[in-house]
Each structure stands twice: as structure tokens, then as C-alpha cells.
């Protein structure tokens, strides 16, 4: 929530807000490295977890940092992160910037900003049988709050990558972090728990799902006892939260992991499931992994970004858009209407970091993302 992130050398320019994506699940054949090794509000108050809610409570927001207009709220979108190859270094990033770089001033300056993190929290566990495989430390989560994040998701097929015990030790990560994780759990319950924040006396929820079919989804999915993500083909205890959720707090936000890698367009089950989500109450339906950005727009009052890419990125993919990224900030009055929706593009660099965009290549990528709304079915979010 709107905290100031550690410094950038540079001043600001005035960035368009909005939403980065980071391709989640198995990279694309020819992109990265097989498995690695280990890396190391409110008027009235402050962002808060109600009773029973995953996740710990966020922060306060900054005294200096922008905001949404009167009765409104601002929430900030990005993709996929993880700290794998060229990225794991991000966890000792200089003192002149947080581990996501100089974009993290434009997820910082958000009331609420929200993203996925792609990997298992462990040094422990042995690899699925699966050709890429992710894991970082529990610096991670410092790292991404100080860089002004205030929910991840962990709905995704990589956060289960090191078997029984890299899960046993996220989920203890998950119990000690200073910022919310959702989307994984103990069982079927927590891991569909939103985290409920109070944002300028307006309570916002914000849940998580994945519907990647595969390994991780087929083996490592949350049951009435059994720990694991939540998964998004069981729809009956999905929409049951969106419903749930939407009884507690105006604003619901499901973050899910969803997709084509590869292909710009949403498929018939994102389609399928973003108009059941919608009907349950969903404020904004968003996601990733495709590894490539996706259109967004309006589905009746419910806002739908189909793909946000790839966004802090271990390395290369065959992909041409791959590098193409950016973080999306929508502004959501009181009562849970999307009034207005900002993007400022950025490109993944040779670091693997999102680095905004200026200029005519800013203008160009605007161009470009607005364009993919045309094969979604999505009206245009108002202005």
C-alpha cells in the first residue's frame, strides 16, 4: 500500500499506471534455464487482515504518495515474479532501488498493489518431474514488500515445485511473512481465504486461483485436508469465495493463473470462467501466465485483463512480446465500480527487470496493448 520504496537515483516521470504480467508455469521451450538452485488507507486507518483472513496485514500507505480521487480507491496490477537466474540477485539489489527497479515508484504510488509470485518459499525438497522449476528464499517477501507490493498470489504452477517439503516450508513462510500470501493453504479453506484489507475506509478482498492444467494443479491441489493451491477447476469452492467475499467487502479482486502460453487471446475457459466470476460479484478478474500480454477490458461493471506477461523474469523466451510488460492501475469507487483503468508500459531488461518506458516507445506500447482487446469481447474501460 502506497509506502515509498527505497530510492531511485532518478526524478520521476509521470508514468501511466497500470499493470505488469509475468508468464508463470513451465517457460517456454528455449526460454531460461532447467532447475536451480536456491537463492538465498484508509481516512480512517491503515490496511488491515479481517479475522480469519490469509495472510498478515498490510502497511499503511505513505503520507506523500498519490492517490485516487475523492470516494475512490486505486489498485495496481503485475504479473509474474520470481527469483531465478538472472533475477536471483534481485534479493541483494542495491540500496539505490528495490529488488523490481525504478517501476516500483508506479506499484508504490497504488493504494493497494497486487502481483504473483511464481515460485516455491524453500532450500528444501526434491524437484518435480517437470522441466523448470522454481524456488527462492523467504527474503523474497521482504524484498517485494519493500518494493511497495501489498498482496502476492501463489494460485500458480510453480509454487509447489519441490514437492511435500518445499510446500510444508511455504506454507510456514506464508505464516511468518510481512505481506499477505494467497492462493495456497493448509487445505481447501485457507487456500481460497481472500486477504481483506481496509483501504480509505473501504474494504477490499482479494482472492486467488489457478487453472493451468497441470502438474502442479493435477497433484498439488488444495483439498478439505490436504495443503495445497487453489484450484480454480473446482469452481463450486471458487465462486463460493467470490460470493463470500462479496458479502464482506465492496471491492473483490480475483487474481488468477490462466492462459495459452504464447497466445495473445484468451481461451474459451478464461472466457468461460471470467463470466461465471463476474456474476458471482467480481469487482476485476486478472491474470497471468501466458508469458505474453493479453487484451483487458469491461465484461458488464466487471473488469477482465486477461494477461498482465511476463514481469520480473528469470530469462529470455521464444516469445516475441515476452519482454513487453507493465503495470495497470485501476481506479474502483467506494461501492465497488471500476471508474477508470491507467498502463505504463515498461520492458523486461537484460537484468530481468521491468523498466518503464518514456517517449514514443511508451506510446507505442500503449498502442499495442490497447489492440489486444480486440479478440476478448471486452468493451472499454471507461474514462
Request: glycine share 14%; net charge neutral.
Amino acid at each position: 500500500m502506497r509506502r515509498a520504496p527505497l530510492g531511485t537515483a532518478a526524478a520521476a516521470v509521470l508514468l501511466l499506471t497500470a499493470v505488469a504480467g509475468c508468464g508463470g508455469s513451465t517457460p517456454p521451450e528455449g526460454g531460461g534455464t532447467a532447475a536451480t538452485t536456491p537463492a538465498g488507507d484508509s481516512a480512517g486507518g491503515t490496511a488491515s487482515g479481517s479475522p480469519g483472513t490469509a495472510g498478515a496485514p498490510s502497511a499503511g500507505p505513505s503520507d506523500t504518495a498519490p492517490s485516487g480521487a475523492a470516494g475512490s480507491i486505486t489498485v495496481a496490477f503485475a504479473g509474474d515474479v520470481h527469483f531465478e537466474g538472472r533475477t536471483g540477485s534481485r534479493l541483494t539489489a542495491p540500496a539505490t532501488e528495490t529488488a523490481l527497479g525504478p517501476i516500483a515508484k508506479t506499484l508504490s504510488a497504488a493504494d493497494l498493489a497486487v502481483l504473483n509470485l511464481e515460485t516455491a518459499i524453500t532450500g528444501r525438497g526434491k524437484p518435480e518431474p517437470k522441466t523448470y522449476t522454481f524456488r527462492t528464499s523467504p527474503k523474497a517477501l521482504t524484498a517485494l514488500k519493500d518494493a511497495g507490493i501489498d498482496v502476492l498470489s501463489q494460485a500458480n504452477n510453480h509454487a509447489v515445485d519441490f514437492g511435500a517439503d518445499g510446500l510444508a516450508d511455504t506454507l510456514a513462510a506464508k505464516a511468518n511473512s510481512p505481506i499477505p500470501l494467497i492462493g495456497i493453504g493448509k487445505d481447501t479453506a485457507e487456500a481460497f481465504a481472500p486477504h481483506i484489507a481496509t483501504v480509505h475506509g473501504t474494504k477490499v478482498a482479494v482472492l486467488a486461483a489457478s487453472q493451468v492444467d497441470e502438474l502442479t494443479n493435477q497433484k498439488w491441489r488444495a483439498g478439505e485436508h490436504k495443503p495445497g493451491i487453489a484450484s480454480a477447476f473446482d469452481e463450486k469452492s471458487l465462486l463460493r469465495a467470490v460470493t463470500e467475499a462479496k458479502a464482506q467487502a465492496p471491492v473483490v479482486l480475483v487474481y488468477l493463473h490462466w492462459g495459452e502460453e504464447g497466445v495473445a487471446c484468451p481461451t474459451a475457459a478464461q472466457s468461460a470462467l471470467a463470466k461465471k466470476l463476474a456474476a458471482a460479484g467480481a469487482t476485476a478478474v486478472v491474470g497471468t501466465h501466458a508469458h505474453t500480454m493479453l487484451g483487458a477490458g469491461m465484461l458488464g461493471n466487471t473488469y477482465v485483463a486477461y494477461g498482465f506477461g511476463n514481469f520480473l523474469w528469470y530469462g529470455t523466451s521464444n516469445y516475441t512480446a515476452s519482454d513487453e510488460t507493465g503495470v495497470t492501475t485501476l481506479t474502483i469507487s467506494t461501492d465497488g465500480r471500476v471508474t477508470g483503468e491507467t498502463f505504463t508500459p515498461a520492458h523486461i531488461d537484460g537484468r530481468g527487470v521491468p523498466v518503464p518506458q518514456t517517449g514514443g516507445a511508451a506510446k507505442a506500447a500503449q498502442q499495442r496493448r490497447d489492440g489486444l482487446r480486440g479478440c476478448t469481447g471486452l468493451a472499454a474501460v471507461p474514462k
